[in-house]
């Protein structure tokens, strides 16, 4: 404290010598002596104040939007130091508004670069720091003993496939040199198959809650509300939750004693930050947003993330221009406001999540369940298996570290399981690979003039979609695109099909049809329709239901393959897409909302390389890749089944039954793999830390 102290004295001082609004002696002058306790004075009442007064200012601000809080941040600090700077002897402290602003940054930079690196050597403060940093709550006299018994984080990794962990893991230099130690010592590494719809909606309601019934892609059309549902919507991730409850009847995976960060889903758990589905909810302690209290309560959280807001920025910018330089393909535009998107998922969300977790493993949680977003948004636009990609794995890994690190600090041991929600499939645009749209070529098939220029730039780009959803609900801004004109899919009379993508699946729905579409009525409607899209080389298959024969996949060059029968006509449509591909949709097929036509891109057999129907450069949603082979990697203590997972309900029993309580062993229990333990037990140094 005493060197911390000295530090922000002397920045102070120096401050005070370069900045011209700023002074800390007399008008006549000051001796060096009574400048340094000048300094002294105002550097220990900014300490003074930013411990005691700057968390309740944070917590009577929790109603203002998360960023526009982060932003005050500033305006605070400097606050508290005019304040500070007022008690010095005589009102030698004189500086402007503005000029207050800066100097409180550099100094809770300063302070906070100070006490960091005093601590990394030194595990008693490393464990307080952690702990303050977390909002760590106190017990009181009458709390309940805390349970001995390990407790679980589920840390998802968003979008990173089984194998490009393998990858980072094991080839060379590893990547994710935390992980690499894990693996085959403490942790086993296994992959598991999604269901049709590979992506977070789908598969995190599944992992959560025990169903995803009835999601049959990230974004889709209600033809009985008239209303588009996109998954990490806030009304949209309500609802389905509100839905997988009803059809499941248990609140899901959290429940006991759980918490939720940065997820769409709550999982039942009471403590929920950064949540998609209560993100509507008001309140002074909104349940969704209460992550930002525990992190922004230390005003060098804010310092420190701006500055890596900042040089994320930076960064997305000259990765951006070297990859244009260097003719990477596929290459999509990555300009503007996107750079401060992905800031905001690499930094912002990660920060807030990772200290949430933290706080929750020193709370002594049963469960935890956090989504870091960081890869998946970056591989959207640079590739899953591109230079930038692979960066924003070296930074995950170093989050895993710090969690881990802080579970010695927790009073019981922790579990870590590492997982992912989907994988990602790389590969050219439909659009880039063919000159057209879906969009164009349905319309094209139903015999209908091209969309709008406006309608078909906004339907194909949705750069930063996942990001932008996050910091619209941080802002606090009203939903967009809840009906198909917002969304850009449909122009013109109601009898338009209305088309959606969902990475490399397509939906077209005619919102003018009750109930879903037939095979008949569409070739009534639109003879073409059906021949122009499974002849397109782009195009995979083309599922549609029947009224005489049942669901259908159709193919190129006449192609069928009867779902119900399994009887296939030619080459099987769906044979390059795993043996599995028939059961997952014939599943999707039985859903109430599944669109009239679902179409999903063709696939490269020996790349795995698909056309996503929107601007992205790795993408994910359907089938085909590796988008469809996330992973688990589990303590080896923690049991697997002897078949293969397939579909994220599958996942979820796996999950429940490692949390369900043990019964008390008769005996002493056999060894087992060492868990993360409190502090203690294991050294910061070895593998499983």
Same mark, same amino acid.
């Given at each position: 404290?005493?060197?911390?102290?000295?530090?922000?004295?002397?920045?102070?001082?120096?401050?005070?010598?370069?900045?011209?609004?700023? %002074?800390?002696?007399?008008?006549?002058?000051?001796?060096?002596?009574?400048?340094?306790?000048?300094?002294?004075?105002?550097?220990?009442?900014?300490?003074?104040?930013?411990?005691?007064?700057?968390?309740?200012?944070?917590?009577?601000?929790?109603?203002?939007?998360?960023?526009?809080?982060?932003? @005050?941040?500033?305006?605070?600090?400097?606050?508290?130091?005019?304040?500070?700077?007022?008690?010095?002897?005589?009102?030698?402290?004189?500086?402007?508004?503005?000029?207050?602003?800066?100097?409180?940054?550099?100094?809770?930079?300063?302070?906070?670069?100070?006490?960091?690196?005093?601590?990394?050597?030194?595990?008693?403060?490393?464990?307080?720091?952690?702990?303050?940093?977390?909002?760590?709550?106190?017990?009181?006299?009458?709390?309940?003993?805390?349970?001995?018994?390990?407790?679980?984080?589920?840390?998802?990794?968003?979008?990173?496939?089984?194998?490009?962990?393998?990858?980072?893991?094991?080839?060379?230099?590893?990547?994710?040199?935390?992980?690499?130690?894990?693996?085959?010592?403490?942790?086993?590494?296994?992959?598991?198959?999604?269901?049709?719809?590979?992506?977070?909606?789908?598969?995190?309601?599944?992992?959560?809650?025990?169903?995803?019934?009835?999601?049959?892609?990230?974004?889709?059309?209600?033809?009985?509300?008239?209303?588009?549902?996109?998954?990490? %919507?806030?009304?949209?991730?309500?609802?389905?939750?509100?839905?997988?409850?009803?059809?499941?009847?248990?609140?899901?995976?959290?429940?006991?004693?759980?918490?939720?960060?940065?997820?769409?889903?709550?999982?039942?758990?009471?403590?929920?930050?950064?949540?998609?589905?209560?993100?509507?909810?008001?309140?002074?302690?909104?349940?969704?947003?209460?992550?930002?209290?525990?992190?922004?309560?230390?005003?060098?959280?804010?310092?420190?993330?701006?500055?890596?807001?900042?040089?994320?920025?930076?960064?997305?910018?000259?990765?951006?221009?070297?990859?244009?330089?260097?003719?990477?393909?596929?290459?999509?535009?990555?300009?503007?406001?996107?750079?401060?998107? %992905?800031?905001?998922?690499?930094?912002?969300?990660?920060?807030?999540?990772?200290?949430?977790?933290?706080?929750?493993?020193?709370?002594?949680?049963?469960?935890?369940?956090?989504?870091? +977003?960081?890869?998946?948004?970056?591989?959207?636009?640079?590739?899953?298996?591109?230079?930038?990609?692979?960066?924003?794995?070296? *930074?995950?890994?170093?989050?895993?570290?710090?969690?881990?690190?802080?579970?010695?600090?927790?009073?019981?041991?922790?579990?870590?399981?590492?997982?992912?929600?989907?994988?990602?499939?790389?590969?050219?645009?439909?659009?880039?690979?063919?000159?057209?749209?879906?969009?164009?070529?349905? %319309?094209?098939?139903?015999?209908?003039?091209?969309?709008?220029?406006?309608?078909?730039?906004?339907?194909?780009?949705?750069?930063?979609?996942?990001?932008?959803?996050?910091?619209?609900?941080?802002?606090?801004?009203?939903?967009?695109?809840?009906?198909?004109?917002?969304?850009?899919?449909?122009?013109?009379?109601?009898?338009?099909?209305?088309?959606?993508?969902?990475?490399?699946?397509?939906?077209?729905?005619?919102?003018?049809?009750?109930?879903?579409?037939?095979?008949?009525?569409?070739? *009534?409607?639109?003879?073409?329709?059906?021949?122009?899209?499974?002849?397109?080389?782009?195009?995979?298959?083309?599922?549609?239901?029947?009224?005489?024969?049942?669901?259908?996949?159709?193919?190129?060059?006449?192609?069928?393959?009867?779902?119900?029968?399994?009887? +296939?006509?030619?080459?099987?449509?769906?044979?390059?897409?795993?043996?599995?591909?028939?059961?997952?949709?014939?599943?999707?097929?039985?859903?109430?909302?599944?669109?009239?036509?679902?179409?999903?891109?063709?696939?490269?057999? @020996?790349?795995?390389?698909?056309?996503?129907?929107?601007?992205?450069?790795?993408?994910?949603?359907?089938?085909?890749?590796?988008?469809?082979?996330?992973?688990?990697?589990?303590?080896?203590?923690?049991?697997?089944?002897?078949?293969?997972? +397939?579909?994220?309900?599958?996942?979820?029993?796996?999950?429940?039954?490692?949390?369900?309580?043990?019964?008390?062993?008769?005996?002493?229990?056999?060894?087992?793999?060492? +868990?993360?333990?409190?502090?203690?037990?294991?050294?910061?140094?070895?593998?499983?830390?």
């Amino acid at each position: 404290m005493l060197a911390v102290w000295a530090v922000a004295s002397a920045t102070l001082a120096v401050l005070a010598w370069l900045l011209p609004d700023f %002074r800390l002696e007399a008008p006549d002058g000051d001796s060096p002596t009574q400048i340094a306790v000048t300094a002294g004075i105002g550097a220990g009442a900014f300490g003074v104040l930013s411990a005691l007064v700057w968390p309740l200012l944070v917590r009577a601000l929790l109603l203002v939007p998360a960023l526009v809080l982060g932003a @005050l941040v500033f305006f605070l600090n400097g606050s508290l130091l005019l304040v500070a700077l007022s008690v010095t002897p005589d009102g030698r402290g004189a500086v402007t508004p503005a000029t207050a602003v800066v100097i409180a940054a550099v100094m809770s930079a300063a302070s906070s670069a100070t006490s960091t690196a005093l601590a990394v050597r030194d595990d008693a403060a490393y464990g307080r720091r952690l702990a303050r940093l977390a909002g760590r709550r106190r017990r009181h006299a009458g709390d309940p003993p805390l349970p001995t018994a390990p407790g679980t984080v589920f840390l998802q990794l968003d979008g990173v496939g089984h194998d490009v962990l393998r990858s980072a893991l094991t080839c060379g230099a590893p990547a994710m040199p935390t992980l690499a130690g894990w693996l085959g010592s403490t942790h086993r590494l296994t992959a598991w198959h999604t269901d049709w719809s590979s992506q977070t909606g789908a598969s995190q309601l599944a992992i959560l809650h025990g169903s995803n019934h009835d999601v049959p892609a990230f974004r889709w059309f209600e033809k009985e509300t008239g209303q588009v549902m996109v998954c990490n %919507r806030p009304s949209t991730a309500a609802e389905l939750e509100r839905r997988a409850v009803e059809r499941t009847g248990s609140p899901g995976l959290l429940a006991m004693d759980g918490a939720s960060r940065g997820n769409l889903f709550t999982g039942g758990a009471e403590q929920s930050a950064l949540v998609m589905s209560v993100a509507a909810q008001r309140g002074k302690f909104s349940r969704s947003r209460s992550g930002y209290f525990a992190y922004f309560s230390d005003p060098a959280n804010a310092v420190r993330t701006a500055w890596s807001f900042v040089a994320e920025v930076g960064r997305e910018v000259v990765e951006s221009s070297a990859s244009r330089l260097r003719r990477d393909r596929p290459r999509i535009k990555r300009g503007g406001i996107y750079p401060v998107l %992905r800031a905001f998922a690499t930094v912002v969300e990660r920060d807030v999540a990772v200290a949430a977790v933290v706080g929750d493993m020193l709370a002594g949680r049963t469960a935890v369940y956090a989504d870091l +977003v960081a890869y998946d948004e970056v591989a959207h636009h640079s590739g899953p298996g591109s230079r930038d990609a692979r960066k924003i794995l070296t *930074r995950l890994d170093r989050s895993v570290r710090l969690i881990a690190d802080a579970a010695r600090y927790a009073p019981r041991p922790y579990r870590i399981v590492l997982l992912s929600d989907h994988g990602q499939s790389g590969g050219e645009t439909f659009e880039d690979a063919y000159g057209t749209g879906l969009r164009e070529l349905v %319309r094209a098939g139903c015999g209908l003039p091209p969309a709008g220029r406006e309608s078909g730039r906004r339907a194909g780009r949705r750069t930063g979609a996942e990001a932008r959803a996050a910091a619209r609900s941080a802002l606090r801004r009203p939903e967009r695109g809840r009906r198909p004109a917002e969304e850009a899919a449909c122009e013109g009379p109601p009898s338009d099909p209305i088309v959606l993508a969902s990475g490399n699946l397509g939906l077209v729905a005619f919102p003018d049809i009750a109930g879903r579409a037939t095979l008949e009525e569409i070739e *009534r409607r639109c003879p073409r329709l059906l021949p122009t899209l499974t002849a397109h080389p782009g195009i995979g298959f083309v599922l549609v239901r029947s009224a005489q024969r049942g669901p259908l996949v159709l193919g190129p060059g006449g192609a069928e393959h009867e779902l119900d029968s399994g009887r +296939v006509t030619g080459t099987d449509p769906l044979a390059c897409f795993g043996a599995g591909a028939a059961g997952a949709v014939l599943r999707v097929h039985g859903f109430p909302h599944t669109a009239d036509l679902m179409i999903n891109s063709a696939v490269d057999p @020996l790349t795995g390389a698909v056309h996503a129907f929107e601007e992205q450069a790795g993408s994910h949603g359907g089938l085909g890749g590796p988008q469809s082979l996330p992973f688990v990697l589990a303590p080896a203590e923690l049991p697997l089944p002897a078949e293969p997972i +397939v579909g994220a309900e599958s996942l979820h029993t796996v999950f429940r039954t490692w949390l369900a309580p043990s019964p008390a062993p008769a005996t002493d229990p056999p060894a087992a793999a060492p +868990v993360l333990r409190p502090r203690g037990g294991l050294s910061r140094t070895s593998p499983q830390s």
